[in-house]
């Protein structure tokens, strides 16, 4: 579904009409739940998928359209994630099992080398917030540079640089990374 008839659909919604509501959230969900992947973890993703359409759904009505109504959620979506690193950092959680393995696992933790994805997440998640947006919605969601610029409320220019720098970070990192694991 394009982005006009998703800004539609979401102007019928604010109007009440349900079936709207329901395109809206099948159009968007997918992308939603990726970005939010990768800017908090795959164990709370879906927990903050339902909280940013909540938001979402309670501000329809203050919706103006003056960007399409993808990148108004995404910009929402990227405020829940916000919202959420603040609150666990303030409230460091114990783990309550002695299998954590198993657990990351049930939680959508494995991959097929999930030393190697660990370590790229921490590498991703390491960056700048502005970098790490711009790199996240870019290079993970697919967002174009300038939706992304909308979606953080600045230039095309400045996402550009932001993604270039996090992937120089990246690079350098995960070469320094590999060069120790051959010496040892």
């Not at 579904?1 to 509501?21: C, L, P, S, Y």
């Not at 501000?59 to 910009?75: D, F, I, K, V």
Request: overall charge positive; some cysteine; proline content about 2%.
């Amino acid at each position: 579904m394009d982005d006009d008839q998703i800004t539609r659909d979401a102007f019928a919604a604010a109007r009440g009409n349900a079936a709207a509501g329901e395109r809206f959230v099948a159009a968007t969900r997918r992308q939603l739940h990726r970005l939010l992947t990768y800017l908090s973890s795959p164990g709370v993703a879906e927990d903050l998928t339902q909280e940013t359409y909540l938001r979402a759904f309670a501000a329809l009505h203050r919706y103006e359209g003056r960007s399409p109504a993808r990148m108004w959620l995404l910009a929402i979506a990227k405020r829940v994630a916000a919202d959420h690193l603040r609150t666990a950092r303030r409230r460091p959680v114990t783990a309550q099992t002695a299998d954590w393995v198993t657990t990351a696992e049930l939680n959508g933790a494995y991959t097929s080398d999930p030393g190697r994805m660990v370590a790229l997440r921490q590498l991703i998640g390491d960056l700048d917030t502005e970098r790490r947006d711009a790199f996240v919605l870019t290079q993970v969601a697919g967002l174009s540079y300038a939706e992304a610029a909308e979606v953080c409320d600045c230039a095309v220019g400045t996402i550009r640089s932001r993604v270039f720098r996090a992937r120089e970070e990246l690079t350098k990192a995960v070469r320094s990374a590999d060069r120790l694991a051959s010496i040892s």
